[in-house]
């Protein structure tokens, strides 16, 4: 395969225009909208602006517990002179204000109650006294206003709450139940098709012949599809034979909305996936090996309007593959912004090579240094070297204007671990 | 309820030691394992060390497309030199070597194909030539070993891959998938019960009569209990009477077993919760009133064994009781580290005040300025203000030995959403 130098590839074409260049063949793209019940939402893909159909509050309401007032009737009160008024009642929350006001006379209020007619601001427990029962003595000024939450202060009647494209966290799930939404139209996920390709896989489950390996691609994709809110669907394991590969990429074709086919995707005599693709429609494959390590032997495609991406037959290669060219394209299809991911800034314990020209992807190990981190890169770490990849607790990716990265440099590197 | 200021509570203890008082009287906690399918177990927490029950590779393998030969019989050569070789045959891959090499002989071989016997390197078929049928010409001399990759050189066979307490990533089953393991160990989450109570709050779909709002903090909460793994049960709501309110904590705490209950839990006279709790067993309330805002009414008692959260009524106020609390609870039954959170470093563009002694979150959109990044406190900012949660790109935490953040002071900032 010799796929982690890039040997026979006549050219290699950067990550960022390689992506331009799919996405222009692809064209717009929009995926079909489904209606689902709010406490379903959770990660979903906004389809649509949400307005709020209500005021929030719904009504004046106490910001605090204490007694509604005219505010005006307060003036000139202190602790030193304190002002006496009738109470003349009490609102309960949850119901409605039986009650009314007017001058001279309190209202006992508790926070979130509605206000009463003929009052304009709450004045605070502790700002009050009761001598006797049904008599209150306020200790200090209010303003119009004091302590009341306006109706529709929060959130306005027919204002836009939550933008298209947003995926729902759990306060935006909040915020559609706050508003009395009972369902939300949302993205449709894509159904991303996943094929592993080659003669010494074996399906997890059967036992392993000599010569032979486990799958280890096809779940790696089907997590992460998984992970970024797709919908996984396994099309198996096929065999390096042409005709194989040819029909389960096509039946792959006619029920996934993308492909994700690995191995076999390199310049090598047994690297027949990209002619094969080629062979299934147009515009075909638009890329076919990019400046990016270790993913070199990476494809891009389009057919009949559907994206196939060709990963890397190693697993590592494969995974970078995913994050720098099906992360974006799933992103696009969703209509979502990439969630933001966390990194810290570390010291590197080591050099760490790599091409100018070439975007490098290195898995390290990351640790606290005092108030600070550190990071090293893994020793093994080859495009076939599985463990690297749980052994990593972060990853650093070097872009393609700086060659290496020096021992002591401070970096950004990408935590996939709780660190310790 | 007063509850963003504390008033009322006597003594307001910090957040570190009131976890440290409530996991004590938790005591030690184990969770049950369950056994499930690695295509499911994503996300999962590992409930025990995973051993690889095989070597990878399984059997030494060529690291190159090129031929197998004994290394010992290229020294000397070079382009100006190349040293002939009887091609003995070919090993493909997903095969056993049916053929030998032995003094003299090469064998052609794939990436990945079995290294066959009597031979201890490969050379790279770029550093070969073939002038005829059955020749090749070896350009360079290698090393025994050379682009051959061991039997158990990335994993070897008993070695321990995965570690007890891990969140399981797409790599980690893909590394499950690659040692065989069609099955494994994960902790079966905790049943987390969230019940409302307030007579204001409206079941989601029922209409909203005067004086009543629809409840947001169940919603929130069960959500954030899915997104961390956990299994979320809706109790409802409850209305503020305590026979009631007595019933549904007694109900939740047969069926889950954690309990979120939300508001009536501050010091006032409709706050029933805390005294009800303490009525349902020992040792009950065992924190109430913490330095955190806005969320000092919060409570964390156990009953029985089962760990109780009373979470503030404002929403704000119950997101970051959970976020304070809840998590970490979880993240301990769970027996897993809490996963990094993106953040980043701002620059203040306004100033934030907070109260030395108490932990303060504050709500802050986020935008890039350059290469850098700003930060600048929302406006409208109350715990009852619903807005404020959706509206927030980030999140500011204010440690208790800081008295506010000055205005143009660079703090690190978790970011909620993708940054414009």
Redesign the interface.
């Known amino acids: 395969?010799?796929e982690a130098r890039g040997?026979g590839f006549k050219e290699l074409i950067r990550v960022e225009p390689a992506l331009q260049r799919f996405f222009e063949a692809l064209g717009e793209t929009s995926r079909p909208v489904e209606q689902v019940p709010?406490?379903n939402a959770?990660?979903r893909v906004l389809a649509s602006d949400v307005k709020s159909k209500?005021d929030?509050?719904?009504?004046d309401r106490a910001?605090?517990?204490g007694y509604a007032v005219v505010a005006e009737d307060t003036f000139g009160s202190s602790s030193t002179n304190p002002l006496m008024f009738d109470i003349a009642g009490r609102v309960?929350?949850?119901?409605?204000?039986k009650v009314r006001g007017g001058r001279g006379r309190a209202v006992s209020i508790?926070?979130?109650?509605?206000i009463p007619p003929d009052t304009d601001a709450v004045i605070?427990?502790?700002y009050t006294r009761k001598p006797k029962e049904l008599t209150v003595e306020i200790l200090k000024a209010v303003t119009p206003g004091d302590n009341v939450?306006r109706k529709g202060?929060?959130?306005q009647k027919d204002s836009v709450?939550?933008r298209r494209g947003?995926v729902l966290?759990?306060?935006?799930?909040?915020?559609?139940?706050?508003?009395?939404s009972?369902t939300v139209d949302v993205v449709l996920p894509p159904l991303v098709g996943v094929l592993s390709t080659?003669?010494?896989?074996t399906q997890?489950?059967d036992a392993?012949e000599?010569?032979?390996?486990?799958?280890?691609?096809?779940?790696?994709?089907?997590?992460?599809i998984?992970?970024m809110g797709c919908i996984p669907m396994d099309l198996g394991i096929c065999?390096?034979d042409p005709k194989a590969v040819a029909t389960a990429l096509r039946e792959g074709l006619s029920k996934a909305d993308v492909l994700l086919v690995s191995a076999g995707t390199s310049v090598?005599e047994?690297d027949i996936v990209p002619s094969i693709v080629n062979s299934l429609g147009s515009p075909g494959v638009l890329v076919h090996g990019v400046a990016i390590r270790p993913a070199v032997p990476t494809g891009l495609a389009v057919i009949d309007g559907k994206p196939i991406v060709l990963l890397p037959?190693f697993?590592v290669a494969a995974?970078v593959a995913f994050d720098a060219f099906v992360k974006p394209l799933l992103n696009r299809l969703l209509g979502s912004?990439?969630?933001?991911?966390?990194?810290?800034k570390a010291r590197m314990l080591r050099r760490v090579p790599s091409h100018g020209g070439l975007r490098a992807y290195a898995r390290v190990k990351v640790r606290r240094d005092g108030d600070n981190y550190v990071a090293e890169p893994l020793r093994?770490s080859?495009a076939?070297?599985?463990?690297s990849?749980?052994k990593a607790d972060g990853l650093l990716i070097i872009p393609e204007d700086k060659e290496g990265v020096e021992e002591g440099e401070v970096v950004e590197v990408i935590?996939?671990?709780?660190?310790k």
């Open positions: 395969m010799a040997r709010i406490m959770l990660g209500v929030i509050p719904p009504f910001a605090m517990d309960d929350i949850g119901g409605k204000a508790v926070t979130g109650a509605p605070m427990l502790e939450s202060e929060d959130v709450i939550l947003t966290k759990p306060q935006d799930i909040g915020m559609l139940a706050g508003i009395g009972t080659g003669d010494e896989l997890l489950g392993l000599q010569g032979k390996i486990y799958d280890v691609n096809r779940p790696v994709s089907l997590s992460l998984r992970e065999r390096d090598g047994r037959g697993p995974m912004e990439a969630t933001p991911i966390p990194k810290v093994v080859g076939g070297v599985i463990s990849m749980v935590l996939l671990r709780p660190v």
